[in-house]
T-cell receptor
Framework: NAGVTQTPKFRVLKTGQSMTLLCAQDMNHEYMYWYRQDPGMGLRLIHYSVGEGTTAKGEVPDGYNVSRLKKQNFLLGLESAAPSQTSVYFC????????????FGQGTRLTVV | KQEVTQIPAALSVPEGENLVLNCSFTDSAIYNLQWFRQDPGKGLTSLLLIQSSQREQTSGRLNASLDKSSGRSTLYIAASQPGDSATYLCAVMDSNYQLIWGAGTKLIIKP
């Protein structure tokens, strides 16, 4: 039972490079989320999606873009990476948003040098 | 703006003790409150979800309470074990259906 799978697990980027993080879920969930986690802080929502073809901004969307072309996949893109984007990124999904528990991937540790 | 605070930031106790982790939030207009566990280098695992209309939820040795009016939740762990060592995160679902997170309590259970 895969649940929520994130790829890659680790990545080092140079400032200005671009990359895409992939999140895949096999639970037929409508809601998907991208968070970042920084030391000493709670998780912060970057973008989220309430269904295939929809996306919305979260608390810290600047510098990131997302796409939800297929229900099971939620992609997070960094067009021009900056050192401030060094963080651990988590993807999550849930069935009915507020009323149900969220399931998380194992995280992607991104370092921008 | 909703803010979630977890105290203490770190806690170390001997095995077998009962313990309480605290979570407070500033805006009582929430849909639910969730407790998660995070192990080093791994993702988050949902432990308990308390709907805003509920007062508590139990799962095995874990019991979570919610007092919405005072903006507080506690996670009670009975008969702690070394395997309970992890970071425990609290999150509230706000009126915009977004999870607002505390910074977590790092728990160490000493054998």
């Amino acid at each position: 039972n895969a649940g929520v799978t994130q790829t890659p697990k680790f990545r080092v980027l140079k400032t200005g490079q671009s990359m895409t993080l992939l999140c895949a879920q096999d639970m037929n969930h409508e809601y998907m989320y991208w968070y970042r986690q920084d030391p000493g802080m709670g998780l912060r929502l970057i973008h989220y999606s309430v269904g295939e073809g929809t996306t919305a901004k979260g608390e810290v969307p600047d510098g990131y873009n997302v796409s939800r072309l297929k229900k099971q996949n939620f992609l997070l893109g960094l067009e021009s990476a900056a050192p401030s984007q060094t963080s651990v990124y988590f993807c999550a999904s849930s069935y009915l948003g507020a009323r149900t528990e969220a399931f998380f991937g194992q995280g992607t540790r991104l370092t921008v040098v | 703006k909703q803010e979630v605070t977890q105290i203490p930031a770190a806690l170390s106790v001997p095995e077998g003790e009962n313990l309480v982790l605290n979570c407070s939030f500033t805006d009582s207009a929430i849909y639910n409150l969730q407790w998660f566990r995070q192990d080093p280098g791994k993702g988050l695992t949902s432990l308990l979800l308390i709907q805003s209309s509920q007062r508590e939820q139990t799962s095995g040795r874990l019991n979570a309470s919610l007092d919405k009016s005072s903006g507080r939740s506690t996670l009670y762990i009975a008969a702690s074990q070394p395997g309970d060592s992890a970071t425990y995160l609290c999150a509230v679902m706000d009126s915009n259906y977004q999870l607002i997170w505390g910074a977590g309590t790092k728990l160490i259970i000493k054998p």
